[in-house]
């Protein structure tokens, strides 16, 4: 069975521009929940797709925002860049809303 | 709001023996999840265990187990015979059980385990 993958794998953008991010979930898996990994911050929960809607959401700006797709693969964007926003960015999938268990190998996103 | 603390940034093990990482939480909620997560270097992260709050029995997934103290509010994860394979960071989880409210994940620090030969 194919893992969670994330792509792209490295990013590098300058301050004002957006990005997009996509994760494609474990096959039969209908949530995708994000996550930002600083090592200042740690790991911080973004927000959670089931079924097309979002679920959950964590403590982050409007500027950042996702939808997922009838296929369950999930698109997170980020508008707006700041350096601050430079991290790992983590997806996992799930079949059940709340209780992720495969991360993706995630993509780190460098802000110049 | 609900916070996850781990106390012990880095622990290390000798290959065969037992290790027991450290978490603690806090939270006025009486129905939640606790979570474990190993994330190994370089590759992805997995659910290792979880724990609902209102079962009295402790989880156990083979050589992993946790101790929940639900008074104590702690959650400390056991990893028996260890392996090389179990060199990893560890993120202890919460999550609110309650259907109103959001069910997002709070995460610990980690504790980077290292196994040694």
């Known amino acids: 069975k194919a893992g969670v993958t994330q792509t792209p794998r490295y990013l590098i953008k300058t301050r004002g521009q957006q990005v997009t991010l996509s994760c494609s979930p474990i096959s039969g898996h209908r949530s995708v929940s994000w996550y930002q990994q600083t090592p200042g911050q740690g790991l911080q929960f973004l927000f959670e797709y089931f079924s097309e809607t979002q679920r959950n959401k964590g403590n982050f700006p409007g500027r950042f925002s996702g939808r997922q797709f009838s296929n369950s693969r999930s698109e997170m964007n980020v508008s707006t860049l700041e350096l601050g926003d430079s991290a790992l960015y983590l997806c996992?999938?799930?079949?059940?809303?709340?209780?992720?268990?495969?991360f993706g190998d995630g993509t780190r996103l460098s802000i110049l | 709001a609900q916070t996850v603390t781990q106390s012990q940034p880095e622990m290390s093990v000798q290959e065969a023996e037992t290790v027991t990482l450290s978490c603690t939480y806090d939270t006025s909620e009486s129905d939640y999840y606790l979570f474990w997560y190993k994330q190994p270097p370089s590759r992805q992260m997995i659910l290792v265990i979880r724990?609902?709050?209102?079962?009295?029995q402790n989880a156990t997934e083979n050589r992993f187990s946790v101790n929940f103290q639900k008074a104590a509010k702690s959650f400390s994860l056991k990893i028996s015979d260890s392996q090389l394979g179990d060199a990893a960071m560890y993120f202890c989880?919460?999550?609110?059980?309650?259907?109103?409210?959001?069910?997002?994940?709070?995460f610990g620090k980690g504790t980077l385990l290292t196994v040694n030969p």
């Open positions: 724990q609902e709050a209102y079962k009295q």
């Open positions: 996992a999938s799930s079949p059940w809303t709340g209780l992720p268990q495969h």
């Open positions: 989880a919460y999550r609110s059980a309650d259907g109103g409210s959001n069910y997002k994940l709070t």
